[in-house]
T-cell receptor, first 112, second 113 residues
Framework: GENVEQHPSTLSVQEGDSAVIKCTYS??????FPWYKQELGKGPQLIID?????GEKKDQRIAVTLNKTAKHFSLHITETQPEDSAVYFC???????????FGKGTMLLVSP | DAGITQSPRYKITETGRQVTLMCHQT?????MFWYRQDLGHGLRLIYY???????DKGEVPDGYVVSRSKTENFPLTLESATRSQTSVYFC????????????FGEGSRLTVL
């Protein structure tokens, strides 16, 4: 089955800095790569996703890049703010499967 | 309000007892999922359902039972709770297809003593 590795497990940045979280996946058939944000005491929420026919996608301060050859994808957050502090999960799935495989999560702490 | 709701939000039980966690969604989504979240393991899939009366195992199904007699409900039962099942459990739903946004509930924190 699919295996998703996520790094780092924790990340501390100063407000205004950029943050990058990286994930690798094992199944070359995977073609859908979402990112979820989990705030304290809440369920995860989708913040951005990318499909394998696209190399990069941006939404305001958030961007995701995908390298299918190397089987890795990354989340980039620019101009970080304290409200960006949360746990972020990457995930992968393929059109042949109904389920997502999640990475183990990255706790991002943005200090004012 | 429309959405996905879990109950109870917090539960303390003892080893060997049966526990049922409830999940209800108002969107008529086809797919529903149960995940457990543990430190160092992230989100692991327990069971999922593609439609009423259709369920399938995920990564960590042992010790759990699910049913889906109605589209909107997907209860998770621990038939004989063990300490290793102490966790935060998340229910999620998705409209359909093999990809697309998962909508998560707020979670149920279960402690097994």
């Amino acid at each position: 089955g699919e295996n998703v590795e996520q790094h780092p497990s924790t990340l501390s940045v100063q407000e205004g800095d950029s943050a990058v979280i990286k994930c690798t996946y094992s199944d070359s058939a995977s073609n859908y790569f979402p990112w979820y944000k989990q705030e304290l005491g809440k369920g995860p929420q989708l913040i951005i996703d990318i499909r394998s026919n696209v190399g990069e996608k941006k939404d305001q301060r958030i961007a995701v890049t995908l390298n299918k050859t190397a089987k890795h994808f990354s989340l980039h957050i620019t101009e970080t703010q304290p409200e960006d502090s949360a746990v972020y999960f990457c995930a992968a799935s393929s059109s042949g499967y109904s389920t997502l495989t999640f990475g183990k999560g990255t706790m991002l702490l943005v200090s004012p | 309000d429309a959405g996905i709701t879990q109950s109870p939000r917090y539960k303390i039980t003892e080893t060997g007892r049966q526990v049922t966690l409830m999940c209800h969604q108002t969107w008529s989504h086809s797919y529903m999922f149960w995940y457990r979240q543990d430190l160092g393991h992230g989100l692991r899939l327990i069971y999922y359902s593609a439609a009423a009366d259709i369920t399938d195992k995920g990564e960590v199904p042992d010790g759990y039972v699910v049913s889906r007699s109605k589209t909107e409900n997907f209860p998770l039962t621990l038939e004989s709770a063990t300490r290793s099942q102490t966790s935060v459990y998340f229910c999620a739903s998705r409209e359909g297809g093999s990809t697309g946004e998962l909508f998560f509930g707020e979670g149920s924190r279960l402690t097994v003593l």
